[in-house]
């Protein structure tokens, strides 16, 4: 099982429909990235955060330290959106290593 | 623009060759990273260098040689790979070693026939 879990794996979805995508990790942790990942391969960071919740245009990313969850959400989604979102965790051990999720294959459909 | 820049974008090569991915970036980072993402499975990390120093080796096959000649560029060196060695390749970079934000280059698709 890996440190760090998302689901679900493959999400179809609706343009303008209201998308969440859950991210779980097992470790400790002092932040938690949410990226993107166009099909192109390139990524780019959305979000770091380490409590509580952060918005950017369409995008929230929520955190709950005591349930160790994170959601990424996206609202009114649109074709644009399509992307693999990948949740990593900072660990809070001495190495701090980022430890990735698997991703998260998101289709927006016009 | 993310600032971090890899080459090639695409690279189809043979068992027996010899190539190397280049990456460079133009943010004044002190630590860069090759991360190997192959399909369905989560990014492994391959190797870390910081200040040019190589501090990470995640038990990468020797197949696969790091070269930081300077803070701004990264390299990989390939020779015998196997057709499993097959991944996207990705360079990141950050301001320090415990830097929490990465900085992501767009990749380079190995394919190895």
């Known amino acids: 099982k890996n440190e760090v879990e998302q689901s679900p794996q493959n999400l179809t979805a609706q343009e303008g429909e209201f998308i969440t995508i859950n991210c779980s990790y097992s470790?400790?942790?002092?932040?938690l990235h949410w990226l993107q990942q166009h099909p192109g391969g390139g990524i780019v960071s959305l979000f770091m955060l380490s409590s509580g919740k952060k918005k950017h245009g369409r995008l929230i990313a929520t955190i709950n330290i005591q349930e160790k969850h994170s959601s990424l959400h996206i609202t009114a989604s649109h074709p644009r959106d399509s992307a693999v979102y990948i949740c990593a965790a900072l660990s809070s051990s001495n190495t701090g290593k980022l430890i990735f999720g698997q991703g998260t294959t998101l289709q927006v459909k016009p | 623009e993310t600032g971090v820049t890899q080459t090639p974008r695409h690279l189809v090569m043979g068992m027996t060759n010899k190539k190397s991915l280049k990456c460079e970036q133009h943010?004044?980072?002190?630590?860069m990273y090759w991360y190997k993402q192959s399909a369905k499975k989560p990014l492994e990390l391959m190797f870390v260098?910081?200040?040019?120093?190589?501090?990470e080796n995640n038990s990468v096959p020797s197949r696969f040689s790091p070269e930081c000649p300077n803070s701004s560029h990264l390299f990989l060196h390939l020779h015998t790979l196997q057709p499993e060695d097959s991944a996207l390749y990705l360079c990141?970079?950050?301001?320090?070693?415990?830097?929490?934000?990465?900085?992501f280059g767009n990749g380079t698709r190995l394919t190895v026939t």
């Open positions: 943010l004044g980072h002190n630590a």
């Open positions: 470790v400790g942790i002092s932040a």
């Open positions: 260098y910081s200040l040019e120093e190589r501090v």
């Open positions: 990141a970079s950050s301001q320090h070693r415990d830097s929490r934000a990465l900085h």
